[in-house]
């Protein structure tokens, strides 16, 4: 018996980086899995790719930034699979820029993306799991960006910051029935950490050095972090709420 079983998770962002292969691990625990994200090829080949395996997976076209796509996707769940046991809200973008150059719109997307999102998702999700026998858990990924400044993130690290005190939040108004807990990665090898690689100075060769400079001495893995979303999301984490999981190759004790 997986870790999972029997429960149901939506995981948002779930096409690719860390949401697919947080999807994966917790199909391979037993948990039917519901994938949402933007880009309809990729979802379906990660939805195929785990029934293939045996797995029970739904792929729902959402834009988690739009509050009606929230609510579909909620209730195409409970269509589906009849209750919401997980959430792991990890969508994410980085719109980036310094408060003088990043424009209102993407500002405004970059919030929508990253913080408003969770608040529209868990609107949604959270009265049903309320429902369930055994409550239900949040897993939010966060970043190292809400305590570390970075050239040119604005809008990424004010998204960041909100998000960990919107999951402490949570944390106090939905105990003992739902645990919510927030993971902070440092840097994992996907499209959106390479992509960051343009706001820095060093630009060209910051991906090489990164690496190195970490005391784990390599940047991270999507798997990394899917195995710290299914300590959070199972029984394992069950006396643990409100808390902060730095998963970032010691990134943060350096300072
Ligand atoms: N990779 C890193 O180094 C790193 C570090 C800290 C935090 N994070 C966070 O991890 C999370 C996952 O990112 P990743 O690194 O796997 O990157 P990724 O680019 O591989 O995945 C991000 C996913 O979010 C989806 N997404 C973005 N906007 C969306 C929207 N409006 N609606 C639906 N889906 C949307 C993308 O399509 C993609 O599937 C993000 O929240 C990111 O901020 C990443």
Redesign the pocket.
Known sequence: MGKLTGKTAII?????????AIAKLFSEEGANVVL????NT?GHEVEYGIRNKGGKALFVH?????PE?NTRLVNLTIEEFGSVDIVVA?????GLGSITSVSPEIWKKTL???LN?VYHLLREAIPYMQKNENGGTVVV?????AHKGFPNHAA?NAS?GAVQALVKQAAVDYGPEIRINLI??????????R??AVAFPNAETILDEVPGSLPLKR??T?LD?AKAALFLASDDSSWITGTVLTVDGGASAKG
């Open positions: 948002t962002g779930a096409t690719k980086g860390m949401g697919r949402a994200g933007r880009d990729a959402t834009d988690v930034s739009l796509d990890n969508a994410g973008m980085l929508d993306t990253n999102s990924t966060g970043s190292i960006a990424y960041k902070q990665p440092g840097p994992v090898d996907t499209e959106l950490y992509s960051s940047v991270g999507p972090i």
